[in-house]
């Protein structure tokens, strides 16, 4: 993902996300840049190196953080792209699928 691309996509989906502290929305935005730069990847390798590896798992353990909080962005900002669309919206799975032996 390009640079620009990255930080306007990462805009878009933390947007709707209320963590009620100013440090830990800036502190997924943070992990969010990285794993989209690393989509695939362990946290260790897109964190890039330990102190934000381990910046990561504190933010994921901390108990002012839940699930619906880390979700709630990304709910929004697919709200708002499915109602920009005209026509029919057609979903699919992506993920990656292995098939040894091909």
């Given at each position: 993902m390009r640079e620009r691309n990255r930080a306007e996509w990462v805009q878009e989906e933390v947007v709707g996300c209320e963590f009620g502290d100013r440090r830990?929305?800036?502190?997924?935005?943070?992990l969010l840049s990285a794993i989209a730069g690393?989509?695939?990847?362990?946290?260790?390798?897109?964190?890039?190196?330990?102190?934000?590896?381990?910046?990561?798992?504190?933010?994921?353990?901390?108990?002012r953080v839940?699930?619906?909080?880390?979700?709630?962005?990304?709910?929004?900002a697919t709200r708002e792209r499915a109602a920009a669309t005209e026509?029919?919206?057609?979903?699919?799975?992506?993920?990656?699928?292995?098939t040894p032996g091909l």
């Open positions: 830990l929305g800036k502190r997924f935005e943070k690393q989509i695939g990847s362990s946290f260790s390798v897109a964190c890039q190196d330990w102190a934000n590896t381990k910046a990561a798992y504190r933010f994921l353990s901390n108990a839940s699930e619906r909080e880390i979700l709630a962005g990304h709910f929004q026509g029919p919206l057609l979903v699919s799975r992506s993920g990656m699928v292995e």
